[in-house]
């Protein structure tokens, strides 16, 4: 499966700005149980360094930008969110940093299930072994 998995989110706009619509099962191939958003990210830190077992996740970054870094354990691929009509899906057992918040970023996650630490891989080599 494609490591990089982006989803167009087109604006319905009109002469007043502009309007995003996500509907479950139809732009996301999941039901959302969990919304959740990170800003105020300090110039200069990353975010994530974790996996998730069973886990299926859209980000869009709603303003501002940051690099969202994805590995499966054989390849790692980036990619910018710099745009509120670009979704990215992250899938089960991929290994994700975020970089280069810029200052007004807001990134948006919508999940398919509620938080549960357990479901964490936070140790990289932990999560190489359970590649295998
Ligand atoms: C992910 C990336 C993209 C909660 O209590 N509930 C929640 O729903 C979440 C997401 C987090 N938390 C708590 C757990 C930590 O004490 O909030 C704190 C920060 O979470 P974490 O360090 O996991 O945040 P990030 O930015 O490293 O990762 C987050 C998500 O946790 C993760 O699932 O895929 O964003």
């Known amino acids: ?19 995003v619509a996500i509907e479950a099962n139809k732009h996301i191939p999941f039901e959302v149980k969990r919304v959740y958003y990170i800003f105020g990210t300090q110039s200069g830190v990353s975010r994530g360094f974790h996996a998730h077992k069973n886990l299926h996740q859209l980000a869009v970054c709603v303003a501002g930008k940051c690099r969202m870094l994805l590995d499966d354990g054989v390849n790692k691929e980036s990619v910018w969110l710099d745009s509120p009509t670009k979704g990215l899906l992250i899938g089960n057992n991929v290994w994700r940093e975020m970089h280069e918040f810029s200052n007004d970023c807001v990134l948006l996650v919508l999940a398919s299930e509620y938080y549960d630490e357990s479901d964490y891989i936070r140790d990289y080599s932990d999560f190489i072994r359970d590649k295998k």
């Open 1 to 19: 499966m494609k490591l990089i998995r982006l989803i167009d989110l087109p604006p319905l706009g009109d002469e007043r700005g502009s309007l």
